[in-house]
């Protein structure tokens, strides 16, 4: 065997694995992209789902000071029941 066949065959070996790791790169990151993709949509479905369930802070703050209240008068009331 001739220098030229083995160095031709070494260089041929050598190509392949490169190619083979830059496809894996490759794939590696198209399934990355792919996930992060998913997320976004994920999240996007989260934030859109997020108002239908939770309430928002100024309603609950407005639904606080309602109760206080409520709860005031109640307890104004059973103060005058309780002097009687």
């Not at 639904?63 to 104004?76: C, G, R």
């Amino acid at each position: 065997m001739d220098s030229q066949l083995g160095f031709n065959l070494l260089f041929g070996a050598f190509a392949t694995c490169g190619v083979w790791v830059l496809k894996v790169m490759w794939d590696a990151n198209t399934e990355i992209r792919e996930s992060q993709n998913e997320m976004k949509e994920k999240m996007h479905d989260f934030q859109t789902q997020m108002h239908n369930d939770f309430v928002r802070r100024d309603d609950f703050k407005d639904f606080a000071a309602e109760m206080k209240d409520m709860l005031n008068k109640i307890i104004d009331k059973l103060d005058k029941k309780a002097d009687k």
